[in-house]
């Protein structure tokens, strides 16, 4: 299983983002997805999820910006980010928890926000 995230790049403060996730390769039924943000010199965290059954969390930084979906059609996942701010910047990272709590993670892809 492969998992290539996109759609990184440079942002001004108050712009958008949408970053994306393709599931390449043969998985077991999927438990739940996710985007994790790792800053420079900061651990990795979780930024928004979602369940099998479509339930979302969200961190609270990004509550009411951030918008997590899947395309079950395409498996992929995606992520767009509205009203950025420079503390969103950090390098995301697409997780996928299969049914048999397997973890795959993507190679991830940088966010950059100017102030």
């Known amino acids: 299983v492969q998992l290539q995230a996109c759609g990184g790049g440079l942002a001004q403060a108050g712009g958008s983002l949408r970053i994306s996730c393709a599931v390449i390769?043969?998985?077991?039924?999927?438990?739940?997805m996710g985007w994790y943000r790792q800053a420079p010199e900061k651990q990795r965290v979780l930024v928004a999820a979602v369940t099998s059954g479509g339930s979302t969390n969200y961190a609270d930084s990004v509550k009411g910006r951030f918008t997590i979906s899947r395309d079950n059609v395409k498996n992929t996942l995606y992520l767009q980010m509205n009203s950025l701010k420079p503390e969103d910047t950090g390098v995301y990272y697409c997780?996928?928890?299969?049914?048999?709590?397997?973890?795959?993670w993507g190679q991830g892809t940088l966010v950059t926000v100017s102030s």
């Open positions: 997780n996928l928890v299969d049914e048999r709590r397997l973890s795959f």
């Open positions: 390769g043969n998985i077991f039924r999927i438990n739940a």
